[in-house]
């Protein structure tokens, strides 16, 4: 363990290692997670930015590390890690993104209106997209993160995560999530504990609910029959927050979730327990 000087700066660092989660898995390719240990600055564990975003930062056992979230349009090669003390002294880390390449999957959907909108349809999809950012991209502080997740829905995998999709032979942006298949009405539960920080009936995604479990991790839920939970509102993991449907873009009942940090969405394999993961994928 490091030792410091037990300042009030130093405290931060003290509760980090008192809340310690498991962390994700490293997998430092696009969709995927860095796991870096860095240096305490100033005394205290430093704010660590990827892009111009914020990175959550947490203890894993007795080590501070950043966990940066990697978006899929990330291109392989170096990459550099912003560290901020909180006296501003400033440092700098690199570290190296893979090369990794994803299945394409074709899939023909019957509402025509789901792959080609309406003028009007794309006025609200507009609308929507915004209040879906703005979820997506929220930023709390707080001093502990729950990373390690439990699947929401007990069930094969229908779609991993990162397939280049083709609705109708159009192609269309990389299957950011993980599709879980269940009958209609079986129960969804929250991946983590957070508050929910929106919810609502959407074009592409249905209903859908997202959680906001501090320092920019976020998880998504759609294409919900019914949601159980309201805006505002603190859960715990595992608590019930709405029911499998089949609303909004798809193909039959089915959940998708999908996780962001310091708003990529990332592969939600790499937060759960390995064998959690193994054990509830298709062939």
């Given amino acids: 363990m490091r030792r410091f000087v037990k300042s009030a700066p130093a405290l931060l660092l003290l ?12 997998l430092p390719v696009p969709g995927g997670v860095a796991v870096l240990d860095i240096p305490d600055l100033d005394g205290a564990a430093p704010t660590a930015t990827y892009n111009g975003n914020r990175v959550l930062v947490t203890m894993a ?66 609308k929507e ?6 979820a997506l991209e929220k930023w709390t502080e707080q001093p502990a993160v729950q990373t390690e997740l439990m699947r929401p829905l007990a069930g094969p995998q229908s779609s991993p995560f990162g397939l280049r999709r083709f609705y109708n032979k159009q192609p269309r942006s990389p299957h950011s999530g993980m599709d879980i ?17 929106e919810t609502g009936g959407y074009f592409f995604n ?26 505002g509102q603190t859960i715990q993991q595992g ?30 394999a790499l937060f759960l ?6 054990t509830t994928e298709t062939p």
């Fill in 61 to 126: 056992g007795d080590r501070c590390v950043a966990v940066v979230g990697l978006p899929l349009s990330t291109k392989p090669g170096e990459k550099i890690l912003e560290l901020t003390g909180l006296k501003g002294t400033r440092a700098r880390m690199t570290f190296v993104v893979d090369k990794k390449d994803y299945e394409t999957q074709h899939l023909t959907i019957t509402n025509k209106r789901m792959v080609d909108p309406t003028a009007e349809d794309l006025v609200r999809i507009g």
């Fill in 15 to 26: 509760l980090l290692a008192a809340n310690a989660f498991a962390i994700p898995r490293h």
């Fill in 129 to 134: 997209r915004k209040r879906i950012s703005a």
């Fill in 239 to 268: 608590d019930v927050i709405g029911l499998v449907g089949m609303t909004g873009r798809v193909t039959g009942p089915h959940l998708h979730w999908s996780v962001t940090l310091n708003d990529a969405r990332i592969d939600p």
């Fill in 206 to 231: 249905g209903n859908t609910v997202f959680i906001d479990h501090g320092q920019g991790l976020t998880t998504m839920y759609c294409h919900m029959s019914e949601i159980t939970v309201e805006p």
């Fill in 273 to 278: 327990p390995a064998e959690s993961h193994a």
């Fill in 181 to 197: 298949a269940a009958d209609e009405g079986t129960p969804i539960v929250a991946a983590g504990a957070g508050t929910i920080s």
